[in-house]
């Protein structure tokens, strides 16, 4: 119950096209879901993260799609540039619990 | 900028040897974090501290051990190095509330081979 899922493991997207990572939980208790990204050679950073009162969140052309009937969240990346390839991770946890639960990690590629 | 140092961003050591892996926050938070990182296998916590001089296992603690003396300080030790340790070895730190959790921060990783 304290997995989250995560899919595909790996993608490849033309420039300028939407990249798209899913991530589903089981926890109902989860209330706080971050996305981090990963260049190579560099630790994970916060990317963007929502908590379950809303269902969307944007920042510039990054969105998090979250849909909590169905224990899902979505990283949407639109106009998809070559500098967006990295690892991308979910992760989820309880504001009572400062550990975060992780995805296994989506290796985006952005083709020119 | 608010920051996490590793020490060391490679490391070549012998099997057998103790190996300290040394992380430093300078953002006074509580939380610290060790991981490691394999290909295909994503992130697993190995410890994590939520205050000085406490410690808590995370989900591959075997053949490691930590020490936080210092709140801003987060030791990892292999006591007894392994091939099988070779890996990336990431340390993060986090700050929380007691209804709030916040971003971790990570270092940029310390790449560890044993031979």
């Known amino acids: 119950q304290q997995q989250v899922k995560q899919s595909p493991q790996s993608l490849i997207v033309q420039k300028g096209g939407i990249s798209i990572i899913n991530c589903a939980y089981e926890?109902?208790?989860?209330?706080?879901f971050p996305w981090y990204q990963q260049f190579p050679g560099k630790g994970p950073a916060l990317l963007i993260a929502?908590?379950?009162d809303v269902s969307e969140k944007k920042e510039g052309r990054f969105t998090i799609s979250f849909n909590k009937s169905a224990k899902q969240f979505s990283l949407h990346i639109m106009d998809s540039q070559p500098g967006d390839s990295a690892t991308y991770f979910c992760?989820?946890?309880?504001?009572?619990?400062?550990?975060?639960?992780w995805g296994a990690g989506t290796k985006l590629i952005i083709k020119p | 900028d608010v920051k996490v140092t590793q020490s060391s961003r490679y490391l070549v050591k012998r099997t057998g040897e103790k190996v300290f892996l040394e992380c430093v926050q300078d953002?006074?938070?509580?939380?610290m974090f060790w991981y490691r990182q394999d290909p295909g296998l994503g992130l697993r916590l190995i410890y994590f501290?939520?205050?000085?001089?406490?410690?808590e296992k995370g989900d591959i603690p075997e053949g490691y051990s930590v020490s936080r003396e210092k709140k801003e300080r987060f030791s990892l030790i292999l006591e007894s190095a392994s091939t099988n340790q070779t890996s990336m070895y990431l340390c993060?730190?986090?700050?929380?509330?007691?209804?709030?959790?916040?971003?971790?921060?990570f270092g940029s990783g310390t790449r560890l081979t044993v031979v």
């Open positions: 993060a730190s986090s700050w929380s509330t007691r209804d709030t959790n916040y971003g971790y921060t």
């Open positions: 953002m006074d938070h509580e939380n």
């Open positions: 501290s939520y205050d000085v001089k406490m410690k």
């Open positions: 926890n109902t208790a989860f209330d706080y």
């Open positions: 929502i908590r379950p």
């Open positions: 992760a989820a946890s309880m504001d009572s619990n400062y550990q975060l639960i």
